[in-house]
């Protein structure tokens, strides 16, 4: 999304600043989907030309990511908004965190949780299989989710009462969307949670690649990170 990069850029209208909805006002284009698509220079100049415009002139970008989506909501209604098509797509997936901490704020046992993320990894399949027979030439960079405790399981002001976050779980997630993409043609994985690592609570909020108001998501640095790191998926794509 849009909204926290340009929010931590101080690049939205003061409405969406206080209410934090995108739909009170203006957002700059500094999400990461947005940056892929194409550079935002007047922040980062050193990014010019690397793009998906620059290198595939003529373009088009549709943005349908939502804040706080969980997999069912991408399913049960974003990609209902998709019109089935033989185009050249490239289609990139975030999801998977709202899920997780949401599973994770209930405190289930190892054995139930571990269930919890069989269940997250077959619908993240499903969800994937979806998407290419909307678009069955579809080119689809999967997003692996990122640990912004550090491996330390702790992240401030969020999910607190729990104690340390499972992180076994995490990484059980990401290993099941690293197999999804193994499995199937013309699927990436960008490796976000690798090179995520180092810029979450473990160090000072100056190194930080998330969001100090909102430290699950990514402030404007991290778009542009991820926005890098979609961009070598892209070209390394078959």
């Known amino acids: 999304m849009d909204l926290y990069p ?33 550079n935002e220079e007047s922040h980062w100049p050193d990014e010019v030309g690397n793009d998906l415009t620059t290198e595939y002139p003529g373009i088009d970008f549709e943005q349908r990511a939502s804040s706080g989506a969980t997999m069912g909501d991408v399913y049960g209604d974003q990609i209902l908004t998709i019109d089935p098509s033989d185009e050249p797509t490239l289609v990139t997936l975030t999801i998977g965190s709202e899920d997780l901490f949401s599973a994770f704020s209930a405190k289930p046992n190892r054995s139930i949780l571990t269930r919890i993320i069989g269940d997250l990894g077959q619908a993240f399949a499903v969800l994937v299989d979806a998407i290419q027979g909307i678009r069955p030439r579809s080119t689809l960079v999967l997003t692996t989710v990122c640990d912004p405790s550090d491996r330390t399981g702790k992240i401030p002001g969020v999910l607190d009462h729990i104690g340390a976050l499972p992180l076994f779980a995490l990484d059980q997630f990401n290993e099941r969307i690293r197999l999804v993409a193994r499995e199937r043609r013309g699927v990436s994985v960008a490796d976000a949670y690798s090179q995520f690592l180092g810029h979450g609570a473990g160090v000072p909020e100056a190194d930080r690649w998330y969001w100090r108001r909102a430290p699950l998501e990514p402030n404007a640095a991290g778009a542009d990170q991820l926005r890098r790191l979609w961009l070598d998926a892209v070209r390394q794509a078959p």
């Open 6 to 38: 340009a929010l931590d850029a101080g690049e939205t209208d003061v409405a969406v600043a206080l209410e934090r909805i995108p739909s009170a006002g203006s957002v700059a284009p500094l999400g990461a989907a947005s940056l892929l698509f194409r």
